[in-house]
């Protein structure tokens, strides 16, 4: 019988006023802090994206790429706030085994007194806060590849839907302790190859399927041509911050300073450590080996299978990083630089694979680098990792092959693929979703941004007045 716990109740019990002794208080405020730091590190993450994805677009598109990219940003924290967060701890055991946690739900409705400004209440604002950078993460992913072609408002609704209901679900089912994918399937995925990479890439490639190509991407005979991107210095110095903002992602996949009582006694003896979101045991030191490791794999064996293409250099790294994630709390780090290598000569031959027989215009390369890379990472880790436990508590599934693979299914084709497809086809049936063809031509900063008209009003006057000087007066 699995003991059911509360992880914000059990730390924000060290958080009340009367709390027990001195280091029950050091554990609170570690604990707050210990977020709120990777919350501002994850922030790192959309500066990269933003950067990424100017980087990658051409000159016309740059700031309707920006607004999309910002406008985000709101739009996922609201809805994360009223509906999404509830959504992680009711539905651990939806639809298959228990139903709703209502009364878990219920302490994380809008309107709980643990969703506001509370002092005996440290801790749920910060957990909260990690958990919408992973929703910002997962809509971003789904805008960089839609670039020049999408309408903002058609981008706005695909990215509340990702971030704020379907990656959700997929974390309450595989991403918490509780979670039935756990139990059942010995699903484990400590660092989100599929909760969020691989959700998140098989829901743009269900977008893309109906989007379309841009402009001038195929030739009259199929072969894709190469869109290089516009600035490389740009592209480069983004993935930079998106490699430093996972630090923070890694970080907050965490749970700092959890005594062994709040495991149900399956940690024995006096142990003060931090563990993955499955409450098993784990360090930062650890995951500092294979995060780099895997880094380090991902772009070397990007360089030799891409001959040296910058795009796909700098994307390798991290795809490497997400392919070994799910298992990084495992792996030895030669492991895990093995694992991100490997993933990433899988999800490069099988994105041009994909690009010339299905005519799909990824414009960033994000339904390789996440979703492939998440469910390669997925499948890997389910033959290396085969009978390890999938989480400390007693009666749970091990970790196996086929435990991964339905995980990894529905991950990417159930909550990711089928979602992103169908409401695609309803905008553009209703003919929301793909801006017009002249629009795209001229480009989408001069439609619907007007970016430039007060810059080329004063061209205007300025030319005026210059040819004005220019008249001779009669005589």
Not at 81 to 97: D, E, R, V
Not at 288 to 299: E, V
Not at 458 to 473: D, R, S
Request: charged residues 10%; aromatic residues 14%; contains cysteine.
């Amino acid at each position: 019988m699995v003991k059911k716990i509360n992880l914000k109740e059990s730390a924000n019990s060290r958080g009340s006023d009367t709390v027990d002794g001195n280091l029950n208080a050091l554990t609170t405020v570690f604990t707050e802090f210990y977020y709120w730091v990777t919350i501002v590190i994850m922030f790192l993450i959309h500066v990269g994206f933003c950067m990424y994805e100017v980087g990658a677009s051409r000159r016309r598109n740059h700031m309707h790429t920006l607004m999309k990219n910002v406008m985000i940003i709101p739009l996922v924290t609201v809805s994360f706030f009223l509906f999404g967060w509830w959504i992680y701890w009711a539905f651990p055991q939806f639809p298959l085994f228990g139903g709703l946690d209502l009364e878990a739900g219920a302490a994380n409705l809008p309107w709980s007194e643990n969703m506001a400004t509370n002092l005996d209440d440290r801790i749920t604002g910060v957990f909260w806060a990690a958990f919408l950078l992973f929703s910002w993460t997962a809509a971003s992913i789904v805008s960089g590849s839609v670039i020049e072609r999408i309408r903002s408002s058609a981008l706005w609704v695909h990215a509340v839907l990702i971030g704020s209901v379907f990656w959700i679900i997929d974390a309450a089912w595989g991403w918490h302790y509780a979670g039935w994918m756990v139990q059942y399937l010995g699903y484990h995925d400590a660092y989100a190859s599929g909760v969020i990479h691989a959700i998140a890439g098989g829901y743009v490639l269900g977008v893309l399927m109906v989007l379309g190509p841009r402009i001038g991407k195929f030739a009259a005979d199929g072969t894709p041509r190469n869109i290089p991107p516009h600035n490389p210095w740009m592209l480069c110095i983004g993935i930079f911050l998106i490699y430093t903002g996972f630090w923070g992602f890694y970080a907050a996949c965490n749970v700092p300073i959890i005594s062994p009582e709040v495991i149900g006694g399956e940690i024995v003896g006096t142990t003060w450590t931090a563990t993955n979101i499955y409450l098993a045991p784990t360090t930062l030191s650890a995951i500092t080996f294979n995060f780099l490791m895997s880094l380090s794999g991902g772009l070397m064996a990007a360089y030799v299978v891409s001959k040296g293409d910058p795009f796909w250099t700098f994307s390798g790294g991290l795809a490497g990083i997400i392919t070994a994630s799910a298992g990084n709390d495992l792996y030895h780090p030669i492991q895990a630089m093995l694992v991100g290598a490997a993933g990433v000569v899988i999800v490069y031959k099988l994105h041009h694979w994909v690009e010339k027989k299905f005519k799909l215009d990824d414009a960033v390369g994000a339904v390789a680098v996440h979703g492939y890379a998440g469910v390669v990472g997925l499948i890997m880790a389910g033959f290396i990792l085969w009978g390890s436990p999938s989480s400390p508590f007693e009666g749970y599934a091990v970790i196996t092959p086929w435990g991964q693979a339905i995980g990894a299914v529905i991950m990417f084709f159930v909550l990711g693929f089928l979602p992103g497809w169908c409401v695609a086809k309803m905008q553009s049936a209703a003919g929301v979703l793909r801006i017009p063809e002249e629009v795209e031509m001229q480009g989408l900063d001069y439609d619907e941004n007007h970016a430039y008209e007060d810059e080329k009003a004063a061209i205007i006057e300025a030319e005026k007045a210059h040819l004005a000087a220019k008249v001779i007066p009669a005589e």
